[in-house]
């Protein structure tokens, strides 16, 4: 989908533009390999004009379509919508990209002017009642044509998606739906604006070294040299990341600083000032619902899931609701050995959220031995991209890697590689962005800079970003389980554009629903343990060792332990999300934290100590990223995972076979066939919560 903003060019600017004399690096396709972004030739001054003039572009394309005088056909017209707006996708592609992973002051100036005008683009074709006609009258002769399958589902979706973009709506209708888009994208722009400003602000700073205690050298110095990047010389800063819980709970000592550290984390955008996001969030819900019923449907969420696997929020509902019971039960125990633990400890007080992950991991490390710190120097960075995460893809896939460096990047810290499909051809290029910066956005995701098509002749060109610790110079970076497990999990996302084979652009790669585009990357964080994979990783950087055996299977099994709070704190958010996108139209605007409480309440997510993963104010999936009504699908596609997991087990695991035929029946369909019928292909019957309860160690249904 179209992603959209606004400009201010004077009228002079625009009439130098309308010349050609202007020379801007997106004019045309990338001279580098595969298209890659010039970004030795891209200035930030560079984008604005690029969206405009692209817009401009597209829009004569579209214009040229709607007017032609020739009776409508698949080629003119749907065909011919495909194959419109190339300066526009390339300018989008590498903007959002760095504005991401990468911003400044000029980007976000440059956002948040262009997001109405690209919404108000988006509804110009989508809206555009001549290109709606045609389109109409191809889809009505759908079963005349001779078309292939996957053409077949372009027109489907280009049908459906005018339909639901508000081409049936009288004109006044229309003019609404342009203005409910165009203050959509703005509001969801100044969200995110004031979230990242927000999260930045509300970093704890730290006085005393004494009040760091339990942290290791290199987290010390690398809050330290946090402190030094924003001159606060002479302290030290624990920047937050997206979540609620935050990493260094886990170590910090003093349970006073670490109440401090989630409290930052808690309310970093509800301090009633600049960066209070709570505004917002109340006239989006209000606007979305509006829009919803503009368009015919009872709320928010029943117009995003018209397209989605799932295809309704009762289905939603009632998946979520089949899992909230076992996710409780198992919530409750770990919550009871934890609490044994902290009475054990000689301490007097009661299990409150910000104690939960300290004293998570003294459980696991009593009950499995086991202790984090002990496996991080098993993890480094570069052995777990190379020789775990490139490794499980040549094992199953036959695909190579080759870094590369005449490519230019937006930051320093990126790498790039070429990607070699298994007969040696080149399949794509791959960028990695691994380190955390303030003036990135909390997370981690995947998305293409080129998108690959065999009707445009381009091969996918793709990106893995996150947000790890950058050590202190000289170190090397260590990670977390946890941050293996994303590196494996993003780059399951990276396959999936990787692999896509599609003629056509919309349908090829990860462009799918919510709920199937997540399947590929969870199915791929498998890998990160098994046998072949971990012991070709997993090597102490100091020793050279493996990983031995004995901790192997500690880590095994401690997988079941805290799986309640994990999937609690998942559940809860996404039930949050479901419950605001369900509003109706005719809900007064709701007061947002009488609403969050009301509604992790009523649908019995409110776990105890265990706290929503987002709350509704920080909630950047939902409010600005594209995931409203749509959080549900994390945990929807782990079923897939799961299901799809246990099929490769009872299948022979890791094989060059069993990898051939996920990639066939699943990697590179895209979005070419109905979802439930490529996953019936494989799987050989519909998904069941069976393997992702066992596999999380909760009760099984009753």
């Known amino acids: 989908m179209l992603r959209i903003r606004t400009l201010c060019l004077s009228a002079a600017a625009l009439a130098f533009l309308a010349t050609g004399a202007f020379a801007n690096p997106f004019d045309t396709p990338s001279t580098l390999p595969l298209q890659a972004p010039m970004f030795d030739k891209i200035k930030d001054t560079d984008y604005q004009p690029a969206f405009e003039k692209g817009m401009q572009e597209q829009i004569a394309e579209i ?12 080629e003119n017209t749907i065909v011919a919508i495909e194959k419109s707006g190339r300066m526009l996708d390339r300018v989008s592609e590498t903007f959002f990209a760095v504005v991401a992973a990468n911003t400044n002051d000029t980007l976000n100036k440059v956002q948040a002017a262009e997001a109405p005008k690209l919404a108000a683009h988006q509804d110009a074709i989508f809206l555009n009642p001549k290109l709606f006609a045609r389109v109409k009258a191809v889809y009505g002769e759908r079963t005349k044509l001779k078309l292939d399958p996957e053409s077949q589902e372009l027109l489907k979706v280009y049908y459906l998606q005018f339909v639901h973009a ?12 342009r203005e409910f888009n165009k203050e959509d994208a703005t509001l969801s722009t100044e969200f995110q604006q004031k979230l990242l400003a927000g999260t930045k602000a509300a970093a704890l700073v730290i006085d005393n070294k004494a009040d760091l205690a339990g942290l290791s050298a290199d987290e010390i110095a690398a809050a330290a040299k946090a402190a030094d990047d924003r ?72 117009y ?16 979520i609701g089949q899992l909230v019971a076992p996710t409780g039960t198992k919530a409750a125990d770990e919550a009871k050995q934890i609490q044994a633990a902290i009475n054990a400890d000689g301490q007097k007080f009661e299990l409150k959220p910000w104690d939960w992950e300290m004293y998570s991991e003294k459980v696991r490390k009593a009950k499995y031995d086991l202790d984090q710190n002990e496996l991080k120097p098993y993890f480094e960075l570069n052995n777990v991209l190379e020789n775990g995460v490139f490794y499980a893809a040549n094992k199953l896939y036959g695909i190579t890697f080759k870094e590369r460096h005449d490519l230019p990047v ?11 499909d298994k007969d040696g051809s080149v399949l794509g290029i791959f960028y990695c962005d691994y380190f955390k910066r303030d003036n990135k956005s909390g997370g981690a995701w995947m998305s293409n800079f080129v998108q ?87 090597v102490n950087y100091k020793t050279h060792q493996p990983i031995p055996q004995s901790l192997v299977d500690k880590i095994k ?75 549900y699908a994390y945990q929807w596609t782990v079923m897939l995972d799961d299901d799809a997991y246990d099929w490769f087990e009872n299948h022979g695991g890791l094989t060059r076979a069993n990898g051939q035929r996920f990639r066939d029946l699943i990697l590179s369909k895209g979005r070419s066939e109905d979802y439930g019928t490529m996953f019936r292909a494989f799987y050989g019957k519909d998904p069941d919560t069976g393997p992702m309860l066992k596999d999380r160690g909760l009760p099984a249904q009753k």
């Open 231 to 302: 001159k606060m010389h002479g302290k030290w800063v624990i920047p937050l990341q997206n979540t609620t819980q935050q990493p260094l709970l886990v170590s910090l000592t003093n349970r006073a600083v670490r109440e401090k550290l989630f409290n930052a984390s808690w309310t970093r955008t509800e301090k009633g000032d600049a960066n209070d996001t709570r505004a917002i969030i109340e006239k989006l819900a209000q606007l979305r619902a509006q829009k919803a019923k503009l368009l015919g449907y009872p709320s928010y969420a029943a």
């Open 166 to 177: 508000g081409a049936n709506l009288p004109d006044a209708d229309k003019a609404k739906l």
């Open 410 to 420: 937006y930051q320093p810290d990126v790498r790039v590689f070429t990607v070699y």
């Open 557 to 631: 099994k401690s997988q079941t332990w805290n799986q309640g709070y994990e999937l609690g704190e998942l559940l809860a958010a996404s039930e949050l999300d479901m419950q605001w996108h369900s509003l109706p139209a005719d809900a007064p605007r709701q007061n947002v934290d009488t609403f969050e409480t009301k509604a992790l309440a009523d649908t019995h997510t409110n776990f105890p100590n265990v706290p929503t993963r987002y709350r509704s104010s920080y909630f950047l999936h939902i409010w600005a990223n594209g995931y409203a009504a749509g959080y």
């Open 63 to 74: 214009d040229a379509i709607a007017n032609n005088k020739t009776a409508p056909t698949f």
């Open 452 to 538: 690959q098509s065999k009707l445009l002749g381009t091969k996918p060109v793709v990106y893995n970003v996150a947000n790890f610790t950058k050590p202190a110079p000289g170190q090397p970076a260590l990670l977390s389980f946890d941050d293996v497990t994303t590196m494996f999990h993003e780059f399951g996302h990276a396959l999936h554009g990787l692999f896509g084979n599609g003629e056509y652009p919309t349908l090829s790669g990860a462009n799918t629903a919510r709920d199937w585009v997540e399947f590929p990357s969870q199915f791929n964080e498998h890998w990160a343990l098994y046998p072949d994979v971990l012991k070709h990783y997993a």
């Open 304 to 319: 995003v899931l018209y397209d989605q696997m799932a295809k309704t929020p009762e289905a939603v509902k009632n998946f």
